[in-house]
T-cell receptor, first 113, second 111 residues
Framework: DAMVIQNPRYQVTQFGKPVTLSCSQTLNHNVMYWYQQKSSQAPKLLFHYYDKDFNNEADTPDNFQSRRPNTSFCFLDIRSPGLGDTAMYLC????????????FGPGTRLTVT | KQEVTQIPAALSVPEGENLVLNCSFT??????LQWFRQDPGKGLTSLLLIQSSQREQTSGRLNASLDKSSGRSTLYIAASQPGDSATYLC??????????FGGGTRLMVKP
């Protein structure tokens, strides 16, 4: 049974055209994360939500925003995608912060043309 | 700032070999360490989670050890199979559940 679901799995968008990626979870976890993984690189944390509290990493570009309307869903909005935003975007959840395991979704592969 | 290094970056072995993947980290003040598997173009599958108070965890043919004081973890894969071919990532959990990932080890197991 899928626990962390990401849609779409593949997305192609044009340079500068806003795009939204979706993540949902059936685990009822308090924390949801968004990571960016560029080709042949390690995943890099963009931001996370603890319940409704949003926490942005210091070096996450302003172009990236996130919304969490309820416990189950979290969205990643890229306002004006650039070619350098082509990457795999991974959503993850954990029950709480600190010692808990993170569960990852299958990812959305975004291509900016 | 936490830095995580994985050695080797790539590994090719014949089927049946036992192998060890290495992960080192610079800041030993961690909550836990996770090992993940990633198939090409796919998301991350969690393999093992070791809490900072633990020395090792086992799941099937996989065994992960943690030496927090020296900043090292190893993932041992017994009797490797072609289906084990993937990239293996270790990630360290510091304050606030922020994972810092290593660069990964690309494993190829040849039939």
């Amino acid at each position: 049974d899928a626990m962390v679901i990401q849609n779409p799995r593949y997305q192609v968008t044009q340079f500068g055209k806003p795009v939204t990626l979706s993540c949902s979870q059936t685990l009822n976890h308090n924390v949801m994360y968004w990571y960016q993984q560029k080709s042949s690189q390690a995943p890099k944390l963009l931001f996370h939500y603890y319940d409704k509290d949003f926490n942005n990493e210091a070096d996450t570009p302003d172009n990236f925003q996130s919304r969490r309307p309820n416990t189950s869903f979290c969205f990643l909005d890229i306002r004006s995608p650039g070619l350098g935003d082509t990457a795999m975007y991974l959503c993850a959840t954990s029950r709480e912060l600190a010692v808990y395991e993170q569960y990852f979704g299958p990812g959305t592969r975004l291509t900016v043309t | 700032k936490q830095e995580v290094t994985q050695i080797p970056a790539a590994l090719s072995v014949p089927e049946g070999e036992n192998l060890v993947l290495n992960c080192s980290f610079t800041d030993s003040a961690i909550y836990n360490l996770q090992w993940f598997r990633q198939d090409p173009g796919k998301g991350l599958t969690s393999l093992l989670l070791i809490q900072s108070s633990q020395r090792e965890q086992t799941s099937g043919r996989l065994n992960a050890s943690l030496d927090k004081s020296s900043g090292r973890s190893t993932l041992y894969i017994a009797a490797s199979q072609p289906g084990d071919s993937a990239t293996y990532l270790c990630a360290v959990n510091n304050a606030g559940n922020m994972l810092t990932f290593g660069g990964g080890t690309r494993l190829m197991v040849k039939p």
